[in-house]
């Protein structure tokens, strides 16, 4: 069997990160609820670039379609998709706390200078 | 007889050093004291200035928007009782003389809240571009209300039921179209009054434009969604 140079490197970075991102969780630099996508995803590719005809056909024939480049398009383009909206969820979620606490400090603020004045 | 001392103008202001002290004085010529500035986490010296004319001021630490900024002077009105509040862009666009006219308009209809329209005052010089942007954005709101008049104003007067009823939550300018959504949804009292307007090169390069204009409908459709 023939081994291409991609099949390496990609596996290679796909480990690369899957360690480092372990290493993170174990550290507790960051939590399995923030890096299962980036998990799946590394996984997906070292298989992908190790068995890449073995993945893609079974890919497509649980997907159900006729070629296996589409299937994985169509899984990669879903992946993604779901990755946009949830982060995009959470960023507007932050973004709702950030403006509460900056409401809050600032009411916080003129009360604390309206006391000192009274004082 | 809504009395002068019960009214607080509330001026949302980002960066307006060079034109916030010309618009408290106009403000204090037509025989306003409460006034109240809303820095929205600005650069320059904005609560500086307005501290000087010994007015209250309030800094939001970052900056969080327009929305953010007239959710603030909501939530304090609410927290210090205000029985009416005024909300007024600090750029210098709205004329103070105008005060007199959305008071006159919330006592004769018995309104909850009033919206300042630029656009019934023949008077007014509006750029184009100013008014496509106003258009394009009446037809938003439009479609997600019923509301046929000025919806991006920010020259606004709420009175108390306003003040504890409404809860905003868009930071940007999409916070005009949703304080008109959320009164109609709570079956408050809108009316319209006529304002004179004058833009400037300055108050032309803060308002909305197109790029803005994009993201307030998003920021919309979102908040209809309830993402």
Redesign the interface.
């Known amino acids: 069997m023939d081994i291409r140079i991609f099949q390496i490197l990609v596996s290679f970075i796909g480990i690369a990160f899957v360690i480092w991102t372990l290493k993170n969780i174990i550290t507790q630099k960051s939590s399995l609820k923030d890096s299962w996508f980036g998990l799946i995803l590394s996984l997906l590719f070292i298989m992908l670039a190790l068995f890449p005809d073995a993945v893609s056909h079974h890919i497509a024939n649980i997907l159900d379609f006729k070629s296996n480049v589409n299937a994985i398009l169509f899984l990669l383009v879903g992946l993604l998709s779901a990755a946009f909206v949830s982060t995009?969820?959470r960023v507007?979620q932050q973004?709702?706390h950030?403006?509460k606490l900056?409401?809050e400090?600032?009411?916080l603020?003129?009360e604390i200078k309206q006391n000192k004045t009274k004082v | 007889m809504i009395d002068k001392s019960d009214i607080y103008i509330c001026l949302p202001a980002y960066n307006e050093a060079s034109v916030i002290g010309s618009v408290i004085k106009s403000i204090h010529e037509n025989g306003f004291e409460n006034i109240i500035v809303i820095d929205d986490g600005s650069d320059d010296n904005t609560t500086d200035i307005a501290s000087t004319f010994g007015i209250r001021t309030l800094k939001l630490p970052i900056n969080r928007g327009v929305g953010a900024a007239t959710q603030l002077a909501i939530e304090y009105a609410r927290n210090k009782k205000i029985q009416y509040l005024m909300l007024m862009d600090a750029d210098g666009q709205h004329s103070a003389e105008c005060l007199h006219t959305m008071i006159e308009t919330m006592r004769r209809h018995q309104a909850d809240i009033v919206i300042g329209n630029r656009f019934v005052n023949e008077e007014n010089i509006i750029p184009t571009k100013r008014r496509l942007y106003n258009f394009l954005a009446n037809i938003f709101t439009n479609m997600l209300v019923d509301h046929e008049h000025d919806s991006q104003s920010g020259f606004r007067l709420l009175n108390r039921k306003a003040i504890d009823a409404l809860n905003l939550e868009i930071d940007g300018y999409g916070v005009c179209s949703e304080m008109i959504w959320k009164a109609k949804k709570l079956e408050l009292n809108i009316m319209d009054a006529p304002i004179k307007v004058s833009y400037t090169d300055y108050s032309l390069s803060k308002g909305q434009n197109f790029g803005k204009g994009v993201k307030t409908a998003l920021s919309l459709i979102n908040k209809k969604l309830k993402l």
Do not use: D, G
């Open positions: 995009n969820i507007n973004n709702r950030i403006t900056s409401k400090i600032a009411l603020a003129e």
